[in-house]
Protein backbone atom coordinates (compact mmCIF):
# COMPACT_ATOMS: atom_id res chain seq x y z
CA UNK A 1 0.00 0.00 0.00
CA UNK A 2 1.24 3.49 -0.85
CA UNK A 3 2.25 6.14 1.23
CA UNK A 4 0.58 9.40 1.02
CA UNK A 5 1.76 12.09 -1.62
CA UNK A 6 4.32 14.75 -0.46
CA UNK A 7 6.25 17.04 -2.33
CA UNK A 8 9.83 16.67 -1.53
CA UNK A 9 10.95 20.09 -0.84
CA UNK A 10 9.56 23.54 0.11
CA UNK A 11 11.28 26.92 0.17
CA UNK A 12 9.77 30.46 1.64
CA UNK A 13 11.65 33.71 2.99
CA UNK A 14 11.11 34.46 6.70
CA UNK A 15 7.63 36.51 7.09
CA UNK A 16 6.02 34.41 3.98
CA UNK A 17 3.77 32.03 3.59
CA UNK A 18 4.06 28.37 2.50
CA UNK A 19 1.77 25.66 1.85
CA UNK A 20 2.48 21.77 1.91
CA UNK A 21 0.22 19.32 0.36
CA UNK A 22 -0.67 15.95 1.33
CA UNK A 23 -2.18 13.73 -1.47
CA UNK A 24 -4.26 10.63 -0.80
CA UNK A 25 -7.10 8.63 -1.66
CA UNK A 26 -11.04 7.97 -1.15
CA UNK A 27 -9.76 5.02 1.38
CA UNK A 28 -8.04 7.61 3.61
CA UNK A 29 -7.83 11.03 3.42
CA UNK A 30 -10.88 11.48 1.10
CA UNK A 31 -13.04 10.13 3.57
CA UNK A 32 -11.83 10.62 7.01
CA UNK A 33 -11.04 13.37 8.96
CA UNK A 34 -7.95 11.77 10.85
CA UNK A 35 -5.50 13.48 8.78
CA UNK A 36 -2.28 15.13 11.74
CA UNK A 37 0.38 16.81 10.65
CA UNK A 38 4.27 16.21 12.56
CA UNK A 39 7.13 18.33 12.64
CA UNK A 40 10.71 16.71 13.17
CA UNK A 41 13.84 19.10 13.46
CA UNK A 42 16.78 17.15 12.82
CA UNK A 43 17.91 14.02 15.35
CA UNK A 44 15.16 14.52 17.18
CA UNK A 45 11.59 12.66 17.54
CA UNK A 46 8.82 14.26 15.68
CA UNK A 47 5.97 16.29 17.50
CA UNK A 48 2.54 16.19 16.48
CA UNK A 49 1.48 19.65 15.82
CA UNK A 50 -2.30 19.40 13.76
CA UNK A 51 -4.78 16.67 14.25
CA UNK A 52 -8.08 16.13 12.96
CA UNK A 53 -7.50 18.23 9.66
CA UNK A 54 -7.59 21.52 11.39
CA UNK A 55 -6.77 21.06 15.51
CA UNK A 56 -4.10 22.47 17.09
CA UNK A 57 -2.38 20.92 20.45
CA UNK A 58 -1.84 23.08 23.24
CA UNK A 59 1.42 24.88 22.55
CA UNK A 60 1.40 24.86 19.04
CA UNK A 61 1.84 28.09 17.88
CA UNK A 62 -1.33 29.19 15.80
CA UNK A 63 0.75 29.95 12.50
CA UNK A 64 0.42 26.56 11.85
CA UNK A 65 -3.18 25.45 10.40
CA UNK A 66 -4.32 22.74 8.61
CA UNK A 67 -7.03 21.99 5.96
CA UNK A 68 -8.41 19.46 3.64
CA UNK A 69 -10.33 19.13 0.42
CA UNK A 70 -11.56 16.43 -1.29
CA UNK A 71 -8.30 13.50 -1.23
CA UNK A 72 -5.83 16.27 -0.29
CA UNK A 73 -4.98 17.95 3.22
CA UNK A 74 -2.82 21.21 3.19
CA UNK A 75 -0.86 22.15 6.47
CA UNK A 76 0.01 26.30 6.03
CA UNK A 77 2.92 28.06 7.89
CA UNK A 78 2.27 31.67 7.85
CA UNK A 79 4.91 34.63 8.87
CA UNK A 80 7.70 31.75 8.32
CA UNK A 81 10.23 31.93 10.69
CA UNK A 82 13.72 30.49 10.93
CA UNK A 83 12.95 28.29 13.48
CA UNK A 84 10.35 26.81 11.34
CA UNK A 85 12.82 24.95 8.87
CA UNK A 86 12.53 21.34 9.42
CA UNK A 87 10.78 18.06 8.04
CA UNK A 88 6.80 17.85 8.09
CA UNK A 89 4.92 14.44 7.60
CA UNK A 90 1.50 14.33 7.29
CA UNK A 91 -0.26 11.28 8.40
CA UNK A 92 -3.96 9.60 8.03
CA UNK A 93 -5.97 6.41 9.53
CA UNK A 94 -6.79 4.08 6.32
CA UNK A 95 -9.52 2.01 6.08
CA UNK A 96 -7.58 -0.94 5.82
CA UNK A 97 -5.35 -3.58 7.37
CA UNK A 98 -2.85 -1.03 7.79
CA UNK A 99 -4.90 1.68 8.94
CA UNK A 100 -2.36 4.23 9.68
CA UNK A 101 0.03 5.34 6.59
CA UNK A 102 2.20 8.25 6.65
CA UNK A 103 3.47 10.76 3.88
CA UNK A 104 6.67 11.06 2.56
CA UNK A 105 7.71 14.11 4.52
CA UNK A 106 8.74 17.60 3.48
CA UNK A 107 11.72 19.88 4.17
CA UNK A 108 10.99 23.09 4.72
CA UNK A 109 13.82 25.65 4.22
CA UNK A 110 13.74 29.14 5.49
CA UNK A 111 15.90 31.03 2.43
CA UNK B 1 3.58 15.03 31.81
CA UNK B 2 3.75 12.04 28.95
CA UNK B 3 7.08 10.19 28.80
CA UNK B 4 7.81 7.21 26.76
CA UNK B 5 11.11 5.77 26.30
CA UNK B 6 12.22 3.16 24.58
CA UNK B 7 15.08 0.59 25.25
CA UNK B 8 16.33 -2.42 23.10
CA UNK B 9 17.78 -1.34 19.89
CA UNK B 10 21.11 -3.05 19.27
CA UNK B 11 23.52 -4.04 16.58
CA UNK B 12 21.87 -7.29 15.04
CA UNK B 13 23.07 -9.72 12.39
CA UNK B 14 20.68 -10.47 9.73
CA UNK B 15 18.26 -13.04 10.57
CA UNK B 16 18.57 -12.78 13.98
CA UNK B 17 16.07 -11.07 16.72
CA UNK B 18 15.87 -8.23 18.94
CA UNK B 19 12.87 -7.38 21.57
CA UNK B 20 12.52 -3.42 21.99
CA UNK B 21 10.70 -2.04 24.79
CA UNK B 22 8.83 1.28 25.59
CA UNK B 23 8.20 2.36 29.37
CA UNK B 24 5.37 4.79 29.23
CA UNK B 25 4.32 7.27 32.41
CA UNK B 26 2.44 10.45 32.95
CA UNK B 27 -0.55 9.06 31.82
CA UNK B 28 -3.44 6.06 32.03
CA UNK B 29 -1.45 3.50 29.88
CA UNK B 30 -4.28 0.73 29.55
CA UNK B 31 -6.14 3.97 28.40
CA UNK B 32 -4.45 4.28 25.32
CA UNK B 33 -3.55 2.26 21.98
CA UNK B 34 -0.20 2.57 21.47
CA UNK B 35 2.10 2.14 18.04
CA UNK B 36 5.97 1.33 16.79
CA UNK B 37 6.76 3.86 14.06
CA UNK B 38 10.07 3.67 12.71
CA UNK B 39 12.61 5.87 10.39
CA UNK B 40 15.57 4.28 8.31
CA UNK B 41 18.31 6.47 7.46
CA UNK B 42 17.70 9.46 5.39
CA UNK B 43 14.54 8.12 5.14
CA UNK B 44 10.68 9.40 6.46
CA UNK B 45 8.46 8.19 9.42
CA UNK B 46 7.03 4.26 8.52
CA UNK B 47 4.16 3.34 11.02
CA UNK B 48 5.05 -0.73 11.51
CA UNK B 49 2.75 -1.92 14.19
CA UNK B 50 -0.06 -0.81 16.99
CA UNK B 51 -1.93 -2.29 19.77
CA UNK B 52 -5.50 -1.14 21.66
CA UNK B 53 -5.71 -0.40 25.12
CA UNK B 54 -6.60 -3.75 26.71
CA UNK B 55 -4.84 -5.59 23.55
CA UNK B 56 -7.65 -6.87 22.00
CA UNK B 57 -6.69 -5.57 18.58
CA UNK B 58 -3.21 -5.12 17.17
CA UNK B 59 -2.38 -4.11 13.42
CA UNK B 60 0.82 -4.81 11.27
CA UNK B 61 2.55 -3.27 8.41
CA UNK B 62 2.89 -5.58 5.12
CA UNK B 63 6.47 -5.23 5.76
CA UNK B 64 6.70 -6.75 9.21
CA UNK B 65 3.59 -9.14 9.40
CA UNK B 66 4.59 -12.78 10.10
CA UNK B 67 8.09 -11.26 12.07
CA UNK B 68 7.00 -8.39 14.50
CA UNK B 69 4.45 -9.24 17.18
CA UNK B 70 3.39 -5.68 19.47
CA UNK B 71 2.30 -6.61 22.89
CA UNK B 72 1.62 -4.81 26.24
CA UNK B 73 1.89 -5.46 30.12
CA UNK B 74 -0.66 -2.98 31.35
CA UNK B 75 0.58 -3.94 35.03
CA UNK B 76 3.99 -2.49 34.33
CA UNK B 77 2.86 0.13 31.56
CA UNK B 78 5.17 -1.40 28.93
CA UNK B 79 4.70 -1.60 25.29
CA UNK B 80 6.88 -4.07 23.15
CA UNK B 81 8.24 -4.86 19.89
CA UNK B 82 9.45 -8.81 19.14
CA UNK B 83 11.46 -8.90 16.04
CA UNK B 84 12.08 -11.75 14.35
CA UNK B 85 13.84 -12.75 11.19
CA UNK B 86 15.44 -9.37 10.42
CA UNK B 87 16.65 -7.98 7.22
CA UNK B 88 18.84 -5.16 6.31
CA UNK B 89 15.43 -2.77 5.35
CA UNK B 90 14.72 -3.53 9.45
CA UNK B 91 17.29 -0.80 10.46
CA UNK B 92 15.96 2.39 11.41
CA UNK B 93 15.04 4.05 14.27
CA UNK B 94 12.22 2.73 15.90
CA UNK B 95 9.99 5.17 18.20
CA UNK B 96 7.19 4.23 20.30
CA UNK B 97 4.10 6.45 20.59
CA UNK B 98 0.92 7.47 22.51
CA UNK B 99 -1.98 7.66 20.00
CA UNK B 100 -5.38 8.47 19.90
CA UNK B 101 -6.47 5.06 18.61
CA UNK B 102 -6.15 4.79 14.75
CA UNK B 103 -6.55 8.75 14.31
CA UNK B 104 -3.97 10.14 15.71
CA UNK B 105 -0.05 9.85 17.35
CA UNK B 106 0.13 12.64 20.12
CA UNK B 107 3.55 12.32 21.71
CA UNK B 108 6.50 10.21 21.03
CA UNK B 109 9.35 9.02 22.53
CA UNK B 110 13.07 9.56 21.90
CA UNK B 111 13.46 6.13 19.82
CA UNK B 112 16.20 3.38 19.67
CA UNK B 113 18.00 1.96 17.14
CA UNK B 114 18.12 -0.48 15.37
CA UNK B 115 21.25 -1.69 13.22
CA UNK B 116 20.56 -5.08 11.11
CA UNK B 117 24.28 -5.88 9.84
CA UNK B 118 26.88 -8.44 9.08
Known amino acids: QSALNQPASVSGSPGQTITISCTGT?????????VSWYQQFPGKAPRLIIY???NRPSGVSNRFSGSKSDNTASLTISGLQAEDEADYYC???????????FGGGTKVTVL | EVQLMESGGDLVQPGGSLRLSCVASGFTFANHGMSWVRQGPGKGLEWVSC????????YYADSVRGRFTVSRDNSKNTLTLQMNSLTAEDTAIYYCTKDQWLERHDSWGQGTHVIVSS
Open chain 2, 51 to 58: ISGRSTTT
Open chain 1, 26 to 34: NSDIGDYNY
Open chain 1, 91 to 101: SSYRKSDMPRV
Open chain 1, 52 to 54: EVT
